[in-house]
């Protein structure tokens, strides 16, 4: 049974500090709970999520975060208090999968189960990329300077493109 698509779930998974994430108020709606209800069983079982399974993102992090989303400060408010107290949780691979845990419903398993094929359908797309950059560069030194231009087409193709400011979360084929 699947619970949520993994497109809409691979556009709410970011990359920060070198780690990909899920923000608490992304998470919440996919278990449907509260933002401050997650948080709040998270603090309950705190032991359970040591740094490497969850992290509070630092201003500058969150306000690149609203940028590369396209979120304005006015959608980020909540509607009865006019706005987050603290800054969002970021849930690596393995603090979502803890949440299942903690969130003890039928509802947080499912998606627990759904969020980790994403994150292996991420590892498998980044992993196919970086092995066909590798085979690209092996065929650039195997053939001379003629086929630079040709070997220079392919490398921009494939690449992202690189742009002034660097984007954050993962954007399928389509988006780009």
């Not at 193709?157 to 954050?168: A, C, D, W, Y």
Request: glycine letters at 4%.
């Amino acid at each position: 049974m699947q619970v949520l698509s993994h497109k809409e779930i691979a556009q709410k998974i970011f990359f920060i500090r070198g780690c990909k994430i899920m923000l608490d108020s992304d998470l919440a709606p996919l278990y449907q709970v509260k933002t401050k209800n997650l948080n709040k069983a998270v603090r309950r079982n705190r032991n359970r999520f040591p740094e490497d399974f969850m992290f509070q993102i630092t201003p500058e992090e969150f306000e690149l975060l609203r940028f590369q989303t396209g979120t304005s400060k006015k959608e980020q408010k909540h509607e009865h208090r006019g706005g987050r107290r603290h800054l969002p949780l970021a849930f690596t691979e393995q603090g979502i999968a803890m949440l299942s845990s903690v969130l003890r419903s039928e509802r947080a398993v499912l998606v627990n189960v759904e969020i980790m094929r994403t994150f292996v359908q991420l590892k498998r797309f980044l992993l196919t990329n970086k092995e066909l950059a590798q085979k690209l560069a092996i065929l650039e030194k195997r053939y001379d300077a003629q086929f630079k231009v040709v070997f220079d087409e392919i490398r921009r193709i494939v690449s992202p493109t690189l742009s002034s400011h660097r984007k954050i979360g993962f954007h399928s084929d389509e988006e780009e």
